[in-house]
């Protein structure tokens, strides 16, 4: 079975500073990997996804995240936080083929102080 | 598009209650989920159809829940009785089939769930 392990339930950073949110999977065979964003009383959103092409995507508002085999993580990162950016993060993780099962870690809430 | 709509965005019941959680997915799409969230579990899937037919029923914690999708643009999730322990966030996510290599990585679009607490 796969799983998700996102190291650290909430990150606070300084506007303008770096945000660095881990994710590590557990699979024999990479799977496809998400990120997706949940601002407070609202649905997850999209912010990337890694599928079989490049190992570094890009998403929505300044995001990417970096696949790496070697160490199975998947991290996302932004070089400077903006308030706006303030919300709950989870990673996520499907099987390859037809399986449509998304299995979510349990989240980062990013806090961006002034 | 006016995006996954789901209905009541709260719900108040006392236990025993039967609760009914609505869903209409985004026009065109052939995949629905249903998810809960709870702080001590996360955000789990719960079932999901593939053109109105359920395809994997295996996160459904009990036979007090069921859920369907009579047509392509509305999907039920009841649970009867309702227990405290129901109480959480359901979503539902629908999403179209890309097929080709990278199919099951298509991206889901969530609903913005419907708050539930049974007392």
């Known amino acids: 079975a796969q799983s998700v392990t996102q190291l650290g339930s909430h990150v606070s950073v300084s506007e303008g500073a770096l945000v660095l949110l881990r994710c590590n999977y557990s699979?024999?065979?990479?799977?496809?990997l998400f990120w997706y964003v949940q601002y407070p009383n609202q649905g997850l959103q999209l912010l990337l996804k890694?599928?079989?092409?490049?190992?570094l995507v890009k998403g929505i508002n300044g995001f990417e995240a970096e696949f790496k085999k070697s160490e199975t993580s998947f991290h996302l990162t932004k070089p400077s936080a903006h308030m706006s950016d303030a919300a709950e993060y989870f990673c996520?993780?499907?099987?390859?083929?037809?399986?449509?099962?998304?299995?979510f870690g349990k989240g980062t809430l990013l806090t961006v102080n002034p | 598009d006016a995006g996954v709509i789901q209905s009541p965005r709260h719900e108040v019941t006392e236990m025993g209650q039967e609760v009914t959680l609505r869903c209409k997915p985004i026009?065109?799409?052939?995949?629905l989920f249903w998810y809960r969230q709870t702080m001590m579990r996360g955000l789990e899937l719960l079932i999901y159809?593939?053109?109105?037919?359920?395809?994997?029923d295996s996160g459904m914690p009990e036979d007090r829940f069921s859920a369907k999708m009579p047509n392509a643009s509305f999907s039920t999730l009841k649970i009867q009785p309702s227990e405290p322990r129901d109480s959480a966030v359901y979503f539902c996510?629908?999403?179209?089939?890309?097929?080709?290599?990278?199919?099951?990585?298509?991206?889901?679009?969530f609903g913005p769930g419907t708050r539930l607490t049974v007392l």
């Open positions: 996520a993780v499907s099987p390859r083929g037809s399986n449509y099962k998304l299995t």
């Open positions: 026009s065109g799409h052939d995949y």
């Open positions: 890694y599928t079989s092409a490049a190992t």
């Open positions: 996510a629908s999403s179209l089939a890309s097929g080709g290599y990278n199919r099951g990585s298509d991206t889901q679009y």
């Open positions: 159809f593939n053109n109105n037919v359920p395809i994997d």
């Open positions: 699979s024999s065979v990479p799977p496809y």
